[in-house]
Nanobody, 114 residues
Framework: QVQLVESGGGLVQPGGSLRLSCVAS????????MAWYRQTPGKEREWVAS??????HYADSVKGRFTISRDTAKNTMYLQMNNLKFEDTAVYYC?????????WGKGTLVTVSS
């Protein structure tokens, strides 16, 4: 069984930075892609970024500001968020999906406010 635990959220001013972490435990394949999503009240969960080996992909809304990375030795994925905007306020979730499972963490809240 796979478990994901996010951390690193908090309150930050516009233009500021945060780094989110997602620690994975259980039967993790270090070669399986992982991803970050986010969700605000009343809206569907949206994809933010994903990492597949050395390949990274980003939603247009965060491209150039967010960086996804992964330390396979620590079973940890990161999301470095720079130049944060009000519209980045959301609960951020990490995701691990394979052909037979789709696992979510409980999320970490990021609030961008002045």
């Amino acid at each position: 069984q796979v478990q994901l635990v996010e951390s690193g959220g908090g309150l930050v001013q516009p233009g500021g930075s945060l780094r989110l972490s997602c620690v994975a435990s259980g039967s993790i394949s270090r070669t399986n892609p992982m991803a970050w999503y986010r969700q605000t009240p009343g809206k569907e969960r949206e994809w933010v970024a994903s990492i597949d080996g050395a390949s990274t992909h980003y939603a247009d809304s965060v491209k150039g500001r967010f960086t996804i990375s992964r330390d396979t030795a620590k079973n940890t994925m990161y999301l470095q968020m720079n130049n944060l905007k009000f519209e980045d306020t959301a609960v951020y979730y990490c995701n691990y999906a394979t052909w037979n499972m789709n696992v979510w963490g409980k999320g970490t809240l990021v609030t961008v406010s002045s």
